[in-house]
Nanobody
Framework: QVQLVESGGGLVQAGGSLRLSCAASGIMFGINDVGWYRQAPGKQRELVASLIIGGSTNYAESVKGRFTIFRDQAKNTLYLQMNSLKPEDTGVYYC??????????WGQGTQVTVSS
C-alpha cells in the first residue's frame, strides 16, 4: 500500500521560504514520475512542479525561478523548495505519483499560507 506523507507547510510572510517534504512508503520515488500539486481557495488543483525518472523537471509559469523540486533517493523523499513566496502561493500542497498520464497516488496535503 502506497503512503505519501507531506510536511513542512505553515504560515510565512511574503518573500519568505518554505521547504515541503513528502515521505513515501510502498513506492520508490526514484523509479516513478512525481510532482507537486496545489489547490488555492476556490480554485481547481494545479500542477506546480514535476520530476520525471530521468531527472527532468517542469514548473508552472507562476513558480519558475522560485520553486525547485528534487528528491533524495536514499531517504525516498520528495521535496519542494519554495523561495520568494507570494500570497498567491497560498493553498494546500499535495505530493503525487504519476501513473502514465494520470495521477496514481495522492498525499493528504499540507497547508501553505503566505501573508502579505
Amino acid at each position: 500500500q502506497v503512503q505519501l506523507v507531506e510536511s513542512g507547510g505553515g504560515l510565512v510572510q511574503a518573500g519568505g521560504s518554505l521547504r515541503l517534504s513528502c515521505a513515501a512508503s510502498g513506492i520508490m520515488f526514484g523509479i516513478n514520475d512525481v510532482g507537486w500539486y496545489r489547490q488555492a481557495p476556490g480554485k481547481q488543483r494545479e500542477l506546480v512542479a514535476s520530476l520525471i525518472i530521468g531527472g527532468s523537471t517542469n514548473y508552472a509559469e507562476s513558480v519558475k525561478g522560485r520553486f525547485t523540486i528534487f528528491r533524495d533517493q536514499a531517504k525516498n523523499t520528495l521535496y519542494l523548495q519554495m523561495n520568494s513566496l507570494k500570497p498567491e502561493d497560498t493553498g494546500v500542497y499535495y505530493c503525487v505519483v504519476f501513473g502514465g498520464f494520470t495521477i496514481r497516488d495522492w498525499g493528504q496535503g499540507t497547508q501553505v499560507t503566505v501573508s502579505s
